[in-house]
């Protein structure tokens, strides 16, 4: 949607330039499509791995989470577009809920000694504070975390998310759905299969707006033959209110020091992500570098934007990486238009009636999407790491930080002798993944005896 009707070239670049209402709200409903169903996933996915996922008796939890899903990240978007002082890159950053965290959450929640959903947010919101505070020294970590380091850790995400898309394909993680008959069945993986084929469909031969959309597109036509199918229950649909107010500490609030240290150690990962799309953003729509203003904004609103959807249930936020693709697609860099989809993305955000839409997308046909969705995840971090220079000591780095990380993620038991809290964050494998990186990147000499001169140097 980049015509002339829109503005001049000079305003196109411009972040602070509204374009015609008629045309800003279908540019910020683009904007909400592309990034819509990886919003509302980690919320599904924790609910599941907290015993409140599809199928259990207490599907209000799902609901009220996939509510605020859609709720803090258009008041999140709204505090980087609009600004609060120096928080908020006033650029047209769209937030989300993070997939990042998910395999942080997911052992911590399901690990000994854990507090379930009440430690789960207090770490959210201590996680977010402590991302905020990123803020104020962001430009001098930037050295420490070159794109070896975080190549390899996105990788780690896409790697560790993998088999909940397999699952969820399947029929469900946990063993309630693994219980069920259906469980495996052909039916399931048809569905799932359907959206895959859609979606690639979509991406490779159609161009524009739908090829933004592919896999919102793809769970459409899936969530239409498992409809067919006789998969769809629409029984939770009826008893949603179609208004609701967010509730302060709806799942409580306590101190778990696993879930605690490790959003803290996530939150750096989050931040060097906004960082990159935010120079994305400024690159790819204005033909500029982010400026240090900008990039402590953007990193100040992803923390407050967290912390501040952690006291009301909901789970941690950052930058949206399609959406900085949209944006270098379009070529319209208003803020304001961004604006527009973040404020109907807070509309959706009251009214249950569409969460409760939402929860009734079967499982089968959200593991389609997800495969995709976490697959691409992978592929970014294997994008991140071309940019390496891969002489040995950096296939060193990278060969002892994925088998150490990847270890200790499928034998969870080899660290039994450790207490709960260390042993919930080793078996994650995505921090001892990413403190191995940004050790060995830090103290190993730049280049091993034996590589050629033109090898030689660091990865950033």
């Given amino acids: 949607m ?13 972040p602070n330039y509204m374009p015609p209402l008629e045309k800003a709200i279908p540019l910020g409903i683009q904007h909400v499509l592309a990034m819509f169903i990886s919003n509302v996933t980690p919320a599904i996915i924790i609910a599941g791995v907290a015993g409140f996922g599809f199928g259990s008796p207490d599907v209000g939890t799902l609901i009220y989470m996939i509510q605020m899903s859609m709720l803090f990240a258009g008041i999140a978007t709204l505090i980087q577009t609009i600004g609060i002082g120096p928080v908020g890159a006033k650029l047209p950053i769209v937030q989300g809920t993070s997939f990042a965290f998910l395999p942080v959450m997911i052992p911590a929640m399901v690990g000994a000694g854990t507090a379930g959903l009440p430690g789960l947010m207090g770490g959210v919101i201590v996680g977010g504070l402590f991302h905020f505070c990123i803020g104020f020294f962001i430009g001098r970590i930037r050295f420490a975390l070159p794109p070896l380091v975080t ?6 995400i896409g790697l560790a998310l993998i088999k909940v898309g397999v699952e969820y394909a399947a029929g469900g993680a946990g063993d309630f759905n693994r219980s069920k008959p259906t469980w495996g ?16 469909g979509i991406k490779f031969y159609v161009r524009g707006f739908l090829s933004v959309a592919a896999v919102l597109i793809g769970l459409i036509v899936g969530y239409l033959v498992a409809l067919v199918m006789g998969d769809v229950s629409f029984g939770g649909l009826g008893n949603a209110s179609w208004f609701a107010l967010p509730q302060p500490f709806a799942f409580g609030f306590e101190i778990n020091w696993a879930i605690v240290v490790g959003m803290c150690l996530m939150a750096f990962i989050s931040a060097i992500e906004t960082v990159g799309d935010t120079s994305g953003i ?6 500029r570098e982010a400026t240090d203003k ?3 904004g953007a990193t100040f609103a992803d923390g407050l934007g967290t912390a501040v959807a952690g006291v009301f249930g909901g789970l941690p ?3 949206f990486s399609q959406n900085v693709g949209l944006i270098a697609m379009t070529g319209v860099m208003s803020r304001h238009v961004v604006t527009c989809g973040a404020l109907l993305l807070v509309v959706a955000g009251l009214i249950p009636k569409i969460g409760a839409l939402v929860n009734t997308i079967p499982i089968q046909v ?15 971090g294997i994008n991140m790491l071309s940019e390496v220079n891969w002489n040995r000591r950096n296939m060193v780095i990278f060969a002892v930080s994925l088998s150490v990380g990847l270890g200790l993620q499928q034998v969870p038991d080899a660290m039994q002798f450790l207490g709960n809290t260390m042993r919930i964050l ?9 403190i191995l990186a940004i050790v060995l990147n830090l103290i190993l000499p730049e280049h091993l005896e034996g590589d050629s001169a033109e090898d030689v140097g660091d990865s950033a």
Avoid at 151 to 156: F, P
Avoid at 282 to 287: E, L, R
Avoid at 369 to 375: E, H, K, R, T
Wanted: negative net charge; proline residues 3%; charged residues 10%.
């Fill in 2 to 14: 980049s015509d002339a009707s829109i503005g001049t070239p000079e305003q196109l670049r411009d």
């Fill in 294 to 296: 900008e990039i402590e």
């Fill in 185 to 200: 069945g052909i039916g399931n993986w048809f569905q799932a299969l359907i959206v895959i084929v859609v979606t690639l």
């Fill in 282 to 287: 400024t690159k790819g729509g204005a033909g």
């Fill in 426 to 434: 080793m078996t994650s494998g995505l921090l001892p993944a990413a």
């Fill in 317 to 319: 936020n950052t930058s």
């Fill in 366 to 380: 959200l593991g389609g999407g997800v495969i995709v969705m976490f697959g691409m995840v992978a592929s970014a």
């Fill in 151 to 156: 190549g390899l850790i996105v990788l780690m």
